[in-house]
């Protein structure tokens, strides 16, 4: 049996189906999760990612983990516990999503520290270990969801600065074969998208998959940060604001990992839109 964690978020909801499909025992584990939000057969459990005892009675008789921490890492998640829990129910292997963040921004809160101690936790755990750490994913861009629905506008900063941004089911499916197959323990996957696209590019993307144009409005830094700072902290918005305006090298670099482990390029946002357009209309 597979444990996935998160099983309702971006990742882990195409993780679970993707698992399910191939004929894998999932139980898909959320704070608030139930039977409508999986396929027939998967199993559901709600717990608490920052309490390990709640997970006790998940982890037992399973094989794998796949461990994201569903946003909990910044309100008590205690990563060496869940890991000593799994480990004590007799899981073999962890798949842990990380972020490309602890490599290019080690000493952001947000970026680095908090998930670096998440994945030494899972280096020192004793279980087989693999860490994914994808750069910025497609979804990202629901965020512009309303303003498109309401006014076919795009309000954001750094218009014509590119990412390699990449689809959650993308790395759901990078996930799965790690999770089922052997060979990847002790490997640190990079994963990205197949192209740079800058905000103004996404929009027009988002505009030709409506058939109507979709503005763009190019925020300042500033206007972008006091914007983000009504649902993020402060160290979060800096870190993300210095993402997405001054990229490293490394944070630009389109990786071919992704592909080399789906046997397929991974998917290109317009590829994403076309399939997520109704969020959009």
Known sequence: MIVVTGATGNVGRPLVRA??????????????IGQTDVPAGVLTAAA??????????????????????GGASAHGLRPRDILDTASSA????????????????????????????????ARRSGLDWTILRPGGFHSNMYAWADSVRTQRTVVAPFGDVGMPTIDPADIAGVAANTLREEGHAGQIYELTGPALTTPRQRAEVIGDALGEPVRFIEQTRDEARVQMLRFMPEWAVDTTLAVLGEPTPIEQQISPTAEQLLGRAPRTFADWVEEHISAFR
């Open 90 to 121: 007799g899981v073999s292997r962890v798949v842990l999503l990380s972020s490309q963040g602890v490599r290019t921004r080690p000493q952001s809160q947000s970026h680095g520290v908090r998930l670096r101690s998440i994945e030494d936790a």
């Open 48 to 69: 608490d990612m920052t309490d390990p005892r709640s997970l006790r009675p998940v982890l037992d008789g399973a094989d794998a983990l796949f461990l994201h921490d």
């Open 19 to 32: 698992l399910a499909a191939s004929g894998e025992k999932v139980t898909a584990v959320s704070r608030r």
